[in-house]
Every structure is written in structure tokens, then in C-alpha cells.
Nanobody
Framework: QLQLVESGGGSVLPGGSLRLSCVVS????????VGWFRQAPGKEREGVSC????????NYVGSVRGRFTISRDNAKNTVYLQMNSLQPEDAAVYYC?????????????????????WGQGTQVTVSS
């Protein structure tokens, strides 16, 4: 059974950094794509980044490009989201999700509909 567990959230000052982790079980990372999403109170869930099963197809939403970096460790079956220069507008619950068809592309950031398994989320707070 495919399961994802996020961790690494917390509270930081504006300009700070956090690294989120998403541990995947039930499938290896070379067989699925993984995406990071976030949802702030009163807002819709937003796709933040994705990485394809080949580990090379990567994309970001424009608001985080240049500040966030997605990566993975196949040995640990874990996907990371390094978040730098965090701003108050980045505050949200962050979720990772698995895409069994790995449609993430350099020019395509999939929406939530393609993802079939979701983690429970980790809270990120950015405040002075």
C-alpha cells in the first residue's frame, strides 16, 4: 500500500529556511512521480513542485522558483523540499503526494487531480 509521511515543518522568521521530507513506502521513487502542495487557510490547495520518476523532470510554481528546491534520495525513498528565503505568504500546510503515472514535466506542473495518495501534511509558519 502506497503511503507518504511528511515531516520538517515548523515556525521560522521571514527569510528563514526549512527542509521538508516526504518518506514514501509501498513504491520506489523510480516508479512514481511525487509532488508537493500547500494549502493556506481559506485558500485552495496549490501545487508547489514536482519531480518525475526519472528524477530529472522537475518543475516549480512561479512564486517559489529560485527559492525552493525539490530533490530525492532513492536509497531512503524520500523526497525533499528545501525552502529558502521563506516569506509570510509561504505559510501553509504542506503535503506531498504520489503520481503513479509520473506526468511531472519540465514544462508541466500537474494539478492535484493526477495524484492518488497523499500524506497527512506538515505545518509551515512564517512570521516575525
Amino acid at each position: 500500500q502506497l503511503q507518504l509521511v511528511e515531516s520538517g515543518g515548523g515556525s521560522v522568521l521571514p527569510g528563514g529556511s526549512l527542509r521538508l521530507s516526504c518518506v514514501v513506502s509501498g513504491r520506489t521513487l523510480d516508479t512514481i512521480g511525487v509532488g508537493w502542495f500547500r494549502q493556506a487557510p481559506g485558500k485552495e490547495r496549490e501545487g508547489v513542485s514536482c519531480i518525475g520518476s526519472n528524477g530529472e523532470s522537475i518543475n516549480y510554481v512561479g512564486s517559489v522558483r529560485g527559492r525552493f528546491t525539490i530533490s530525492r534520495d532513492n536509497a531512503k525513498n524520500t523526497v525533499y523540499l528545501q525552502m529558502n528565503s521563506l516569506q509570510p505568504e509561504d505559510a501553509a500546510v504542506y503535503y506531498c503526494a504520489a503520481d503513479p503515472y509520473s506526468v511531472c514535466g519540465t514544462y508541466y506542473l500537474p494539478g492535484s487531480a493526477v495524484y492518488e495518495s497523499w500524506g497527512q501534511g506538515t505545518q509551515v509558519t512564517v512570521s516575525s
